[in-house]
């Protein structure tokens, strides 16, 4: 690879770890090149693109970029998942699939909202529901209240309903003692 390919590939990298909502550097010794394929295609309807390069490469691309908290992640084979979409979901894709690898992909850490993020970060956020679990669960927090209160509401115009009812079948609504009077007077 010669110098203006190289720059090449820095600046694309650059601009990837640039765009990225998020970054998991991950170790992938031992795994296939077919099930990086596999891998890719299972990342890529999540809007996160699996990169593999030379660690001198990446390294020069973070400092390019200004993300200088995953240069401490770059040694040995390692992956760079970055993430546009949806971070919970694709974590747990990568965790998932390191669960049935058994072992050949591991998380080293990673990089989100200007934090670094340990291989233990890694695996909690892998651990999240997906985001649109998230909002319905929000969602339901927030409508839940108001939903009792419907019913309150719902349970006490029903009383008062049927209160009214009762003193209209006593006859001690409007046509009572008072009513009969004046019907009288007129005779």
Do not use: C, W
């Not at 939903?147 to 001690?172: C, E, F, M, P, S």
């Amino acid at each position: 690879m010669n110098r203006e390919e190289k720059a090449a590939v820095i600046e694309q990298i650059a601009d990837e770890l640039t765009g990225s909502g998020a970054i998991f550097a991950l170790d992938y010794r031992g795994i296939t090149v077919a099930q990086i394929a596999e891998l890719r295609e299972k990342l890529r309807p999540l809007d996160t693109r699996l990169q593999v390069t030379k660690n001198s490469l990446a390294e020069r691309a973070a400092d390019q970029a200004g993300v200088n908290e995953i240069k401490p992640m770059l040694y040995g084979p390692t992956a760079l998942a970055l993430v546009k979409g949806d971070v919970a979901a694709a974590a747990k894709v990568l965790s998932d699939t390191s669960r049935a690898l058994r072992g050949p992909l591991a998380f080293k850490g990673g990089y989100m909202g200007g934090v670094a993020l340990s291989a233990a970060d890694a695996e909690t956020i892998a651990r999240l529901p997906a985001r649109e679990v998230l909002h319905a669960q929000l969602v339901g927090t927030v409508a839940a209240p108001l939903t009792g209160l419907a019913r309150t509401l719902n349970a006490l115009i029903a009383g008062v309903a049927i209160q009214l009812g009762q003193i209209r079948d006593q006859g001690l609504l409007g046509g009572g003692a008072a009513g009969a009077a004046p019907a009288a007077a007129e005779d």
